[in-house]
């Protein structure tokens, strides 16, 4: 009896320390994932200050604003605080049907993910960035008696292309050069302008 009990406390010690490698490993995988999904996001902004606006869904707000937070970017809640303002002027996400058998039915979709937006100076309202979109699709299989699946699906490759999109944009939000300043110019202009005291003395006039 006691050898019984003593060999299956180690074969559950062994049970539990595989189990627990398991989760370990689980636990690194997710982190490198996260840590590398930060690295990707991870863009050099030349603004620190953002007002977003426009018409977009909560999931695509939060996800900016994740990647604003990831670059040290602060979303702002009025433009008189930004030093850039991010209008979302439109966001579709829709299916179209891609393919289908030789009975009539529907086999294949594409999705479509898009966002249509620009960027423009609080102060001044010069565009930073002209009206722009950014487009992606992906092409899935349906089948009709599986049609929960098939809706869960399309979620994850919604929410995967929505983080797409977004990484798109901050990259091009980084490749907007920052627009001068009213103090910025007036600075130019004084640093350029000719001094008096280097003028060539007129010559005299040779006539009389």
Request: with cysteine; hydrophobic share 40%; charged share 25%.
């Amino acid at each position: 009896m006691k050898k019984t009990i003593t060999t299956h406390s180690a074969s559950r010690r062994s049970w539990l320390g595989g189990g627990l490698s398991l989760i370990v490993l689980a636990t690194t995988a997710s982190v490198i994932t996260g840590c590398a999904w930060r690295m990707r996001g991870k863009v050099d902004l030349p603004y620190k200050s953002l007002f977003l606006t426009g018409t977009l869904t909560p999931e695509l707000r939060d996800e900016i604003e994740m990647l604003l937070r990831v670059n040290n970017v602060e979303l702002v809640k009025t433009i008189k605080d930004a030093e850039l303002v991010l209008e979302i002027i439109s966001e579709q996400n829709a299916r179209q049907v891609l393919s289908y058998n030789t009975s009539g039915q529907i086999t294949a979709y594409r999705i479509i993910s898009r966002i249509v937006f620009r960027a423009f100076d609080p102060v001044n309202g010069l565009e930073a960035m002209p009206e722009s979109d950014i487009f992606l699709t992906r092409d899935i299989d349906f089948n009709q008696s599986n049609i929960q699946a098939f809706d869960q699906q399309v979620a994850e490759f919604v929410k995967a292309m929505r983080s797409d999109i977004v990484s798109q944009l901050m990259r091009r939000l980084a490749s907007i050069k920052k627009l001068p300043t009213e103090a910025d110019l007036l600075k130019k202009n004084s640093s350029v302008a000719p001094s008096n005291s280097s003028a060539k003395p007129a010559a005299p006039d040779s006539k009389k």
